[in-house]
């Protein structure tokens, strides 16, 4: 572990890449993810605004998860391509502060969003008559500001007990972001208590989504198997294995990350999986959801025809 000088207020962030070609060739190769996931998240995001026929639950929900991963890719990576290309490890007490922050709010906000994704396919397939009163604008909206409103609170417990820690150790994170696990054990006081407080959040903003999305989808399961029509079915098995696929994909590395017993960390494994959940994942999210969506296909389409220039 770096030393890192006592009189400094500054953390030094270790980094993921090594200094040498093969770092930089990495790093390149995370830039271009970046920017992907920028240009589909935005994409996605706009194109669901500027549509009027996606102008429903659904595709609110998904235009919030494509904001919230657009934010969360932006809140590590680049700092950590700053970082690598400057050859200054150092991110200011403020900087980590902010970027633990909107990490925590977006880590916390999407796994709700997906919840609430997930309770939407329920009704609409369970419920189809019930669909419009269920899910009425003012559903809507609470369904996207309850995420947004609890992940801010549980952030904002988080940032602020973190940054009054005493740090009287070394002040070298060994990681590529801000995040709690990496800082926890800098501090030179007993945090078991915190440790058990972020065990607790974690499972509150993990496993009751979770369980919501296994009961939502149970139900939809049982739904679709008992549907007569081939053509019905198989648009219900698409929009659910969409939608799967992206819990999965920011569950698993998630909840092995978080849910681990802290003799069997190590921060090499950290590292790498937080590139899944925080630089992978925000890339193909709109990827998925893209590709295997006839009515996002069709917007594109029709966007695009919007503003290419017409012929005379």
Same mark, same amino acid.
């Given at each position: ?11 030094? +962030? ?5 200094? !040498? ?12 993810? /970046?920017? +992907? @996931? ?15 026929? =996606? ?28 970082? /690598? ?18 990490? +925590?709010?977006?880590? *916390?906000?999407?796994?709700?969003? =997906?919840?609430?994704? @997930?309770?939407?396919?329920?009704? @609409?397939? &369970?419920?189809?008559?019930?669909? $419009? ?12 500001? *309850?995420?947004?409103?609890?992940? /801010? ?20 994170? !060994? ?64 929009? &659910? ?19 681990? $017993?802290? !003799? ?7 590292? !790498? +999986? ?29 966007? &695009? ?8």
């Amino acid at each position: 572990m770096e030393k890192w000088n006592q009189t400094s207020s500054d953390f030094i +962030l270790l980094g993921l890449f090594p200094q !040498n070609q093969t770092g930089l060739l990495l790093l390149l190769l995370i830039i271009f993810v /970046f920017v +992907l @996931a920028s240009v589909g998240n935005s994409g996605m995001t706009a194109l669901i605004f500027l549509d009027p026929r =996606l102008h429903t639950p659904m595709y609110f929900l998904l235009s919030q998860l494509s904001l919230m991963d657009l934010m969360y890719i932006s809140s590590t990576v680049p700092k950590m391509a700053i970082n /690598f290309l400057s050859g200054q490890k150092s991110i200011s007490f403020l900087g980590c502060g902010v970027q633990m922050f909107f990490f +925590l709010t977006m880590a *916390g906000s999407e796994g709700l969003i =997906l919840a609430s994704m @997930a309770y939407d396919c329920f009704v @609409a397939i &369970c419920h189809p008559l019930h669909y $419009p009163t269920r899910m009425s604008k003012s559903m809507c909206l609470k369904m996207i500001l *309850g995420p947004w409103t609890l992940g /801010f609170v549980n952030s904002m417990a988080h940032t602020f007990y973190i940054l009054h820690l005493p740090y009287c150790r070394s002040r070298a994170i !060994n990681h590529f972001f801000c995040d709690v696990p990496a800082m926890v054990p800098l501090a030179c006081m007993d945090t078991w208590v915190y440790e058990y407080t972020v065990f607790v959040s974690t499972g509150l903003f993990l496993i009751v989504p979770f369980l919501g999305i296994t009961v939502s989808y149970g139900w939809v399961l049982f739904a679709v198997f008992h549907m007569h029509s081939k053509e019905g079915r198989r648009k219900a098995f698409t929009a &659910c294995a969409t939608h799967l696929t992206v819990v999965i994909f920011y569950y698993t590395p998630f909840a092995y990350t978080y849910f681990r $017993p802290k !003799n069997l960390r190590s921060p090499a494994e950290d590292k !790498n +999986l937080a590139v899944f959940y925080t630089i992978l994942t925000p890339m193909l999210n709109p990827i998925i959801y893209s590709l295997r969506n006839k009515e996002v296909l069709g917007a594109m389409g029709r966007v &695009c025809g919007m503003f290419s220039p017409r012929k005379k």
